[in-house]
């Protein structure tokens, strides 16, 4: 019935049809047989017309979108040149770029952060970022292998669009202020290592210069003779101001290590040559034990020449008693490279070699000052050294002589 209703249109039309062929005389029961066909053709080939399925609506509850930030966080942070971490929510390490790895050394990835960094204060800090979501930042101090101040600030991560639900990440920064300290300690040292040490010099130079303008004013003979000395000291002002000028350089770059090789037999032998005058007017014989070959070192050669030169010079005017000062250099290709100059002087008690490097600390002042010393030659030494991540081993026995050992 439901077809019939469909095609109404189609069977009147096929009624029509059968009623005028009737009238016109055509066989009844062939115009019934006709209209029978027509009907069932009709009823057979319609199809029924699909009704069209209206969708259901379902409410969908939107999901929050979830995505890591920590490719494009990453691939932003490793162009910048200051050391730079990220941390998860529960404080593992999820990165570092290239300065954080040169600076601390490499952190394996999905390690806690105290397994590099142990300071109590960048612990407590970065927990706290961690649960209250706000940024802090501390003042920390590495010791070795150079000393370097850094504010250190731990911030949330922010880059998950609004609306969204991305993992917590959080950056911990490491600004460097290692040269602004420097720069000022050096500043007040220098004032006050400089007025501690020009004062006497310039108390003889004043007294001296009142005493040829008054009493020794037609006195030639004693004006010559303080000359001489005004000379000598105003020598010695210059080797000192030269000296905290060199150190005061030294510190300023004492964490950039040198990467130049540097082969120590003939910076050895230069420097030997360089204080054979010195040598010969102390009636001493520095003697060069040698290997055959290279002994090549990571430093700087400039640097590497005034730390030798001063020990060798130490040694030849300390421990002018002996005669002899003997240089060996060792080198082998288990062991480190190792220097030691040693003098047959009269030794150095133990309780002052502990405080040999410090500046202007001498174990005999009028000794020293009488040989043209300033005091600061051993601290040039230790912060080239330091420079060059090596150590300076000093040995001495009383009666017996003094080494130094440079080991690289």
Not at 102 to 113: D, L, N, R, S
């Amino acid at each position: 019935m439901a077809r019939i209703r469909r095609e109404i249109f189609v069977l009147v039309v096929a009624l029509a049809i059968a009623f005028i062929a009737v009238t016109a005389g055509m066989n009844g029961w062939g115009v019934l047989g006709l209209l029978v066909i027509m009907i069932l053709a009709v009823m057979c080939s319609s199809q029924p017309r699909a009704r069209p399925r209206v969708p259901l609506s379902v409410p969908e509850m939107e999901q929050p979108a979830t995505r890591s930030l920590l490719p494009e966080v990453s691939a932003t942070l490793s162009a910048l040149d200051i050391p730079v971490m990220v941390i998860s929510s529960d404080a593992s390490v999820l990165f570092q770029n290239r300065a954080a790895e040169k600076a601390f050394g490499e952190v394996a990835i999905g390690a806690h952060i105290s397994a590099r960094l142990r300071s109590p204060g960048i612990l407590d800090m970065v927990r706290e970022t961690i649960v209250t979501n706000a940024p802090n930042q501390i003042e920390h101090s590495e010791r070795l292998p150079s000393e370097r101040v850094y504010i250190v600030r731990s911030s949330p991560v922010e880059l998950a669009p609004e609306g969204s639900i991305g993992e917590r990440l959080f950056m911990l920064s490491f600004r460097d202020i290692s040269e602004v300290r420097r720069i000022d300690r050096m500043r007040s040292d220098f004032v006050a290592n400089a007025s501690h040490e020009l004062r006497t010099p310039l108390a003889s130079l004043r007294g001296f210069i009142e005493t040829i303008q008054g009493p020794a004013k037609n006195d030639f003979k004693a004006q010559e003779r303080f000359l001489g000395i005004m000379f000598d000291q105003t020598t010695r002002m210059s080797r000192l101001v030269d000296d905290l000028l060199s150190l005061s350089r030294l510190e300023l770059k004492s964490h950039i290590a040198p990467d130049e090789k540097v082969d120590l037999v003939p910076l050895l032998g230069h420097v030997r040559d360089a204080l054979l005058p010195l040598a010969k007017d102390v009636g001493v014989e520095i003697l060069l034990h040698l290997p055959e070959g290279k002994a090549e070192v990571l430093g700087d050669r400039d640097e590497l020449v005034q730390v030798f030169e001063n020990l060798m010079e130490n040694a030849c005017k300390y421990g002018q008693e002996g005669k002899t000062v003997e240089v060996f250099l060792k080198s082998g290709p288990a062991g480190p490279v190792e220097v030691t100059v040693v003098d047959q002087g009269p030794g150095i008690p133990a309780e002052h070699v502990p405080r040999l490097t410090e500046r202007f600390y001498r174990v005999n002042i009028e000794d020293s000052r009488s040989k043209k010393g300033t005091g600061l030659g051993l601290a040039i030494v230790k912060h080239i050294l330091t420079r060059h991540r090596a150590r300076l081993i000093v040995k001495s026995e009383v009666g017996k002589g003094t080494s130094f050992t440079v080991r690289f």
